[in-house]
Nanobody, 125 residues
Framework: QVQLVESGGGLVQAGDSLRLSCAASGRTLSSYTMAWFRQAPGKEREFRAAISWRGGSTYYADSVKGRFTISRDNAKNTVYLQMNSLKPEDTAVYYC??????????????????WGQGTQVTVSS
């Protein structure tokens, strides 16, 4: 069993940056594909970014390419999402997700078995 805890959310202004962290316990993350999703009120959970278990491959939603960077530190059992040039439309609860080995579709939330409780990101204009 993997427990995931997100942190780093907050209230920022448009153009600012935030770094989200996802700390795992219960298992080492080195064999897990990790991802970040977001969910705004009244909307479905959306893929933001994913990173392969070795960290050699990363995947991004088109709307965050060039602004967000996903990374992992397997020694610290932690995954990060660096978010730059934030926009008001980035406002949502951000969730960390994990899956043992590689999913068929990195952006499919149903491929992931473990989820954190989420951290709120609010970007004001």
């Amino acid at each position: 069993q993997v427990q995931l805890v997100e942190s780093g959310g907050g209230l920022v202004q448009a153009g600012d940056s935030l770094r989200l962290s996802c700390a795992a316990s219960g298992r080492t993350l080195s064999s897990y594909t990790m991802a970040w999703f977001r969910q705004a009120p009244g909307k479905e959970r959306e893929f933001r970014a994913a990173i392969s278990w070795r960290g050699g491959s990363t995947y991004y939603a088109d709307s965050v390419k060039g602004r967000f960077t996903i990374s992992r530190d397997n020694a610290k059992n932690t995954v990060y999402l660096q978010m730059n040039s934030l926009k008001p439309e980035d406002t949502a609860v951000y969730y960390c997700a994990a899956r043992l080995a590689a999913p068929r579709d990195f952006d499919n939330l149903y491929e992931y078995n473990y989820w954190g409780q989420g951290t709120q990101v609010t970007v004001s204009s």
